[in-house]
């Protein structure tokens, strides 16, 4: 478990140094101007769809019913779903081709005229990328279930890497039209790139299989993941109209801090992708063992973290970006938004294993509930606390969910939730009244990352997660 995380999180690592230099490129290329914008407001769509398959959208529905069939049923399963995924692939292009105009305005309110024609010429032709996607994530499935993590994780880095190799190359030269090209390059290569080890594995493209009532037993499953990814979307984009509320500048500061935040999500994205595949292929007390082992590593990565960024929030703003303010907002929302991350990382999983045994829609209704929180929570405590009133709303949706979670499924008295999640609450309070007032910059770092690195060794110690459990 912990090689293929490891390996899985430095294949995603490459893909999100890939991205950056993208994003960079892209600025050397054209200046941060209108075209940019433009641009970056026509890959919005097809990026959100790429990021919500990269994170298990179509996977954490499909594994375990790909699981639950034995060899000869897989490839036929496999068979049979391929040309339906990229015939839905095909009707997603269509609805962002045709709709391009409304979609541009919709997203970039603030574009000028010739920045609309731009955007929507240019996703008119990322439109196209939606099959890739799509086969790309369903292809991943059969690689997942022998937990061959690296290669399927690798989608990322070779989306990037034609249109990183092209502005790299074009540089001021460079188009809108070519540089859209070259992500549709990118979207192909991905599901290109898993063919052979399939075809190693059995799998022939040019043989038609069926398999009855496959298409519709997938789309139960995968229905409840799609709302919780649309309601996950819609709680951002009101902490992005609450914080629009609380003066200016008050946005630009949630996104910032939350760009930060999302850094040690990396490994975490990784634990659950690999959690998943290994608990779709186990039963009973072995998939509880798989559970607990999966909970005590994602408090090992969240807890030192967490007190870390906490202790060190000051000194992250002035090393990473200098031109704000350290005595600003976003040391104090960089903290508090770092809550979260410890009861997130224990939802993910906790979802994940009822995903396991086919059970989309209980972690949906847990985690709508959790969300109604935290959007009544958004509509009150920002307006008493400022800014870190939304990170606190975000604080007590996720200790709903994962409350919720572990009850419904019978979990409160199996799993050491209350042990852990007090030592996290302790360390992060220490850290947050200990080191994060130090106005020292070398000083309140090397602390915070003395603190995080003894809690990490503590942690190991006592928690031990890759040791075996009996039942």
């Known amino acids: 478990m912990f090689g293929s995380t490891l390996w899985l999180t430095l294949a995603t690592l490459t893909g999100l140094a890939a991205g950056f230099a993208r994003e960079w490129l892209l600025v050397a290329a054209w200046g941060a101007g209108g075209r940019s914008d433009a641009f970056l407001v026509s890959l919005f769509l097809p990026e959100a769809l790429r990021m919500a398959l990269a994170a298990g959208l179509l996977s954490a529905a499909a594994l375990p019913l790909y699981q639950q069939r034995v060899a000869q049923a897989q490839q036929d399963w496999l068979g049979a779903m391929i040309p339906r995924v990229l015939l839905g692939g095909l009707g997603v292009s269509v609805l962002l081709s045709l709709g391009a105009p409304f979609w541009v305005r919709l997203i970039g309110p603030g574009l000028v005229t010739?920045?609309?024609?731009?955007?929507?010429?240019?996703?008119?032709?990322?439109?196209?990328?939606?099959?890739?996607?799509?086969?790309?994530a369903l292809l991943c499935v059969p690689l997942q279930a022998r937990?061959?993590?690296?290669?399927?994780?690798?989608?990322?880095?070779?989306?990037?890497?034609p249109p990183v190799v092209y502005l790299a190359v074009m540089r001021h030269a460079a188009t809108p039209t070519g540089l859209a090209s070259a992500c549709l390059l990118g979207s192909l290569l991905m599901p290109a790139a898993l063919l052979p080890s399939l075809v190693r594995e059995g799998w022939r493209p040019w043989h038609i299989s069926r398999a009855p009532g496959a298409g519709r037993e997938l789309l139960q499953r995968i229905g409840p993941l799609l709302s919780s990814n649309l309601a996950s979307q819609g709680l951002a984009l009101l902490e992005r109209m609450v914080a629009s509320l609380l003066g200016e500048g008050a946005v630009t500061w949630v996104?910032?801090?939350?760009?930060?935040?999302?850094?040690?999500?990396?490994?975490?994205?990784?634990?659950?992708?690999?959690?998943?595949?290994?608990?779709?292929?186990?039963?009973?007390?072995?998939?509880?063992?798989?559970?607990?082992?999966?909970?005590?590593?994602?408090?090992?990565l969240t807890v030192p973290a967490v007190a870390g960024l906490i202790g060190a929030a000051g000194a992250l703003v002035a090393l990473l970006l200098p031109n704000q303010a350290v005595d600003g907002p976003l040391p104090g929302l960089l903290a508090w938004f770092a809550v979260p991350l410890m009861f997130g990382a224990w939802n993910a999983l906790l979802a994940r294993y009822a995903y396991a045994a086919g059970d989309t829609r209980l972690p949906l209704a847990c985690e709508l509930t959790g969300s109604l929180l935290n959007a009544v929570l958004l509509a009150v405590l920002p307006f008493f606390f400022g800014l870190i009133g939304i990170a606190m709303a975000a604080v007590c949706g996720a200790i709903l969910t994962g409350v919720l979670l572990m009850r419904r499924q019978g979990l409160l008295s199996a799993l050491p939730w209350r042990e852990q999640w007090l030592l996290g609450a302790g360390v992060m309070l220490l850290a947050a009244t200990v080191l994060h007032p130090l106005s020292n910059v070398w000083l309140q770092l090397g602390l915070s990352c003395a603190y995080g690195a003894a809690l990490l060794v503590g942690l190991a110690l006592w928690l031990r997660p890759w040791r075996s459990l009996n039942p």
């Open 114 to 136: 010739d920045g609309y024609a731009l955007a929507a010429s240019s996703l008119q032709w990322l439109a196209w990328s939606a099959p890739g996607f799509l086969l790309h």
């Open 147 to 161: 937990s061959r993590f690296v290669l399927a994780g690798l989608g990322s880095l070779l989306f990037n890497l």
């Open 255 to 300: 996104n910032l801090a939350r760009k930060l935040i999302n850094l040690p999500l990396i490994a975490l994205m990784s634990l659950n992708q690999v959690l998943l595949g290994l608990m779709s292929g186990a039963e009973g007390q072995q998939r509880m063992d798989l559970l607990r082992k999966g909970l005590g590593s994602a408090t090992l």
